[in-house]
């Protein structure tokens, strides 16, 4: 039974609780609608916060490990593109050596060939010299390896080999300043061309192998890094169908909360009525 008096308003009170009440839901479903996200910091749901924190640390190294891997992959496709090309000079200078180890040529037209080999030659040196990316050349000898990220953490790696296709190396044996004067001498040049042109092959086989693999694992890490943004949004994502019904429901409330407030206010005003 609730007693008529002016100095306790129960009515007023329990009107201005569920007044408070609409008002805060209110407060959070405004603020999922400016955000879009149904847990926007630990107050809304401490535990989510803390694994979609996680997560979006998870996707921001990814985009890193992918930033690694693409640096891979055209630092390799530059290193390829030597290769190739270097690959085709050989193919030329062949051509020019095994026309003058002709013996039947004579002098004007072996040396003839022999300036077409050594400006070949030359552009070898030049294609090595320049095949470099972001300060870095896989095929001069300048460094070891090039080293990508493979996972988030940094624990994981994958290693793409140097493969120095510079003159006098392993790889490229010719000199220098390998030339011919004679028949012999370009027979000779001949076997040394052939030796380089298997061992260059080979090479690009293995950097065509690397880049491939970096461009498989690139796939990977972008379809990884997209599930897990996925997840984070259906983790913290508002539905904002849901919420535009839950608004219209509460500013109903609310209106009807400030009428019943009103009402109650007025209640002690019967009091006078008893005095008259």
């Known amino acids: 039974m609730i007693s008529n008096s002016v100095n306790t308003n129960a009515g007023a009170m329990i009107a201005l609780q569920n007044l408070n009440k609409a008002n805060s839901e209110l407060e959070v479903v405004q603020n999922r ?15 989510i916060f803390a694994i979609a924190q996680r997560m979006r640390s998870e996707v921001s190294g990814f985009g890193v490990v992918q930033q690694s891997l693409d640096r891979g992959v055209a630092t390799t ?5 030597a290769g190739e090309a270097i690959s085709d000079l050989l193919i030329e200078m062949k051509e020019k050596a095994l026309a003058a180890a002709d013996a039947s040529l004579d002098t004007a037209s072996r040396t003839a060939l022999n300036e ?3 400006a070949l030659r030359e552009q070898i040196d030049s294609i090595v010299t320049n095949a470099e990316f972001n300060g870095l050349n896989l095929v001069d000898g300048s460094t070891n390896s090039f080293v990508a990220l493979a996972n988030a953490d940094g624990s994981n790696t994958i290693t793409v080999s140097a493969e120095d296709m510079s003159l006098s190396g392993s790889i490229v044996t010719l000199s220098a300043t390998s030339s011919f004067g ?10 040394q061309i052939e030796t380089s042109l298997d061992n260059v092959n080979a090479s690009l086989a293995r950097l065509g192998t690397k880049s491939k693999a970096l461009d498989i694992h690139a796939t990977f890490v972008t379809k990884l890094s997209d599930s897990l943004s996925e997840g984070i949004g259906n983790l913290v994502d508002a539905d904002l169908a849901k919420e535009s019904a839950r608004l219209q429901s509460l500013q109903v409330k609310q209106q009807l909360g400030t009428q019943a407030l009103s009402i109650a206010n007025q209640r002690p005003q019967q009091v006078l009525s ?3």
């Open 33 to 47: 609608i400016n955000t879009g996200l149904r847990v926007s910091g630990a107050r809304d749901d401490g535990g």
């Open 77 to 81: 496709d530059v290193a390829l593109a």
């Open 116 to 118: 077409d080999y050594k």
């Open 182 to 191: 004679t028949a012999t001498q370009a027979d000779n040049i001949v076997s």
């Open 274 to 276: 008893f005095f008259q």
